[in-house]
């Protein structure tokens, strides 16, 4: 049985589920599945943490090295996201060069980290215009269940709130003290729904995704305001769609950070 065949068997199931008000693993239309965060998982990254969303499982890390700031931005400090679709987490993703998908995804994370301002990057400057602290996000996924982009939200977040920066290790600051945390001064999260028809879903699993017409991912911040709105798909969402999907990820967030995540 070919691909397109049994694409469209999954794509009859999962509508007559649909129709039903049920999702293929039984639950509501805006549920997410069950999440799991470990923290502190690599010993020699500054910051790192692990999630398990379902059955997608991934791992984010932190390093932390002087160097030099860009020549617009001198007295800022520098976010570099990086993000692997590993061969073993999916038939479809292979060795070599970053995936389309891939540098969107470490696109969209970066955005919603800078534009939500969670990084206090003047912070990070040590000399202006010289030398400042560079922060090199890297995202591991080691199995695609589905909805990437909502789990690597949560883990990078996770692993930022928990990163040192090594003064100690490279002699700058106060080297009488501990290794000072990173100024976090926002929590952003992404949520993620995609339309089947005209039924919106949340956390949508693999075989949800590849049958949607349309797939919006919006990053919101712990005061509701947002920072990165990402849409893929062929067809188009109405004005009502997208604000009942911004509504929808305003909510999900919220419960994410109150459960999950702390400054």
């Not at 997410?32 to 997608?56: F, H, M, V």
């Not at 509701?224 to 911004?246: D, V």
Request: glycine share 6%.
């Amino acid at each position: 049985m070919n691909d397109d065949v049994m694409n469209q068997l999954k794509k009859d199931y999962l509508y007559k589920l649909m129709l039903e008000n049920k999702r293929a693993d039984g639950r509501n239309f805006e549920e997410y599945r069950e999440i799991e965060i470990q923290t502190d998982i690599i010993d020699k990254a500054e910051g790192s943490a692990s999630i398990k969303l379902g059955n997608t499982y991934l791992v984010a890390g932190i390093k932390i090295q002087p160097g030099e700031p860009f020549p617009d931005t001198p007295d800022d400090g520098v976010i570099i996201t990086n993000i692997e679709l590993l061969p073993m987490a999916s038939p479809i993703f292979e060795a070599g060069p970053p995936r389309e998908d891939a540098v969107e995804l470490a696109r969209v994370i970066d955005r919603g980290i800078r534009e939500s301002k969670a990084i206090d990057l003047k912070q990070l400057c040590i000399t202006p215009g010289e030398k400042v602290w560079i922060i090199f996000i890297d995202i591991h996924v080691l199995n695609d269940g589905g909805n990437i982009m909502d789990a690597a939200s949560l883990a990078t977040t996770a692993a930022l709130l928990k990163t040192k920066i090594p003064e100690k290790q490279y002699q700058l600051g106060n080297n009488n003290n501990d290794d000072k945390r990173l100024p976090i001064r926002n929590i952003p999260i992404a949520t993620t729904a995609t339309t089947l028809e005209n039924t919106i879903i949340l956390d949508p699993t693999n075989d949800e995704e590849q049958i949607a017409g349309t797939k919006l991912t919006i990053i919101t911040n712990t005061n509701n305001t947002i920072s990165a709105i990402q849409k893929s798909g062929r067809e188009p969402l109405t004005p009502t769609q997208i604000q009942h999907i911004t509504t929808l990820a305003k909510e999900q967030s919220q419960k994410l950070r109150e459960k999950f995540l702390e400054v």
